[in-house]
């Protein structure tokens, strides 16, 4: 019995392609473009975003591409940003699920673009645009 395919998200943003399936490393992991990645650290002029407050975030699955958090701190997909250290990413904001307080999932790209320890347990301030 083989395992069942990895079925993307549902997303907003165009969804980069899946890792090398012999991806053993971050930088093959993350399949951002240079320009998907410029976007995101990109300063929004954004007009009317809202602080939903401050989460624990652990690396989501590496093999998810794109540059997201899942977090029970919105009930559908929207655009935001999360704010590590001074470091700011522009993120599609998922659905968790869970409850609020329950933690949050960051994708790699994120991870990396916000200087983040991947192993660690980084609190984030999550906006919502």
């Given amino acids: 019995m083989g395992t069942a395919p990895v079925m993307p998200a549902p997303t907003l943003d165009p969804t980069p392609p899946l890792p090398p399936a012999g991806a053993t490393t971050p930088e093959q992991f993350d399949t951002t473009s240079a320009a998907d990645r410029a976007a995101a650290v990109?300063?929004?002029?954004?007009?009317?975003?809202?602080?939903?407050?401050?989460?624990i975030a652990s690396l989501g699955p590496p093999a998810e591409p794109g540059i997201w958090l899942k977090t029970p701190l919105v009930t559908a997909l929207a655009r935001g940003r999360v704010v590590y250290k001074g470091k700011?990413?522009?993120?599609?904001?998922?659905?968790?699920g869970g409850v609020?307080?329950?933690?949050?999932?960051?994708?790699l790209a994120a991870?990396?673009?916000i200087e983040a320890p991947l192993t660690g347990l980084p609190e984030v301030m999550v906006f919502l645009y």
């Fill in 111 to 113: 991870m990396r673009l």
């Fill in 100 to 107: 609020v307080g329950a933690g949050s999932q960051i994708s």
């Fill in 42 to 55: 990109a300063a929004q002029t954004a007009t009317g975003e809202v602080n939903l407050g401050t989460t």
């Fill in 88 to 96: 700011s990413v522009n993120v599609e904001l998922r659905p968790s």
